[in-house]
């Protein structure tokens, strides 16, 4: 069982920056898949990055490749969403979750998670 809470959500000007992490309780953090999700207002969740147990492979989502940069500290059992150059199409609840790794890559698929955070909201103006 794993217990994900997000932070670091706000509001912020278009073009701006904001770094929203998922702090994760439970045992074998590091064997973990990790990914964050968004739901924009009246939208669908949808994948926004993913990164492997150990660090290794990252995926991203079309829409913010080369913008937001995802990644983990093991020993601290987080995973960051680190958000540039932020447009405010980009508003939406943004979400953490966790599966256990596979041989395959992290997933991109709301259904290929386990555990999910409550969400942060991230607000962006323009």
């Known amino acids: 069982q794993v217990q994900l809470v997000e932070s670091g959500g706000g509001l912020v000007q278009a073009g701006g920056s904001l770094r929203v992490s998922c702090a994760a309780s439970?045992?074998?953090?590091?064997?973990?898949?990790m990914g964050w999700f968004r739901q924009p207002p009246g939208k669908e969740r949808e994948f926004v990055a993913s990164?492997?147990?150990?660090?290794?492979?990252?995926l991203y989502n079309d829409s913010v490749k080369g913008r937001f940069t995802i990644s983990r500290g093991n020993a601290r059992s987080t995973v960051y969403l680190q958000m540039d150059s932020l447009k405010p199409e980009d508003t939406a609840v943004y979400y953490c979750?966790?599966?256990?790794?596979?041989?395959?890559?992290?997933?991109?698929?709301?259904?290929?998670?386990?555990?999910w955070g409550q969400g942060t909201q991230v607000t962006v103006s323009s």
């Open positions: 439970g045992r074998l953090f590091s064997s973990y898949d």
């Open positions: 979750a966790a599966r256990s790794a596979t041989s395959r890559a992290p997933g991109t698929k709301t259904q290929e998670y386990d555990y």
């Open positions: 990164i492997s147990w150990s660090g290794a492979v990252k």
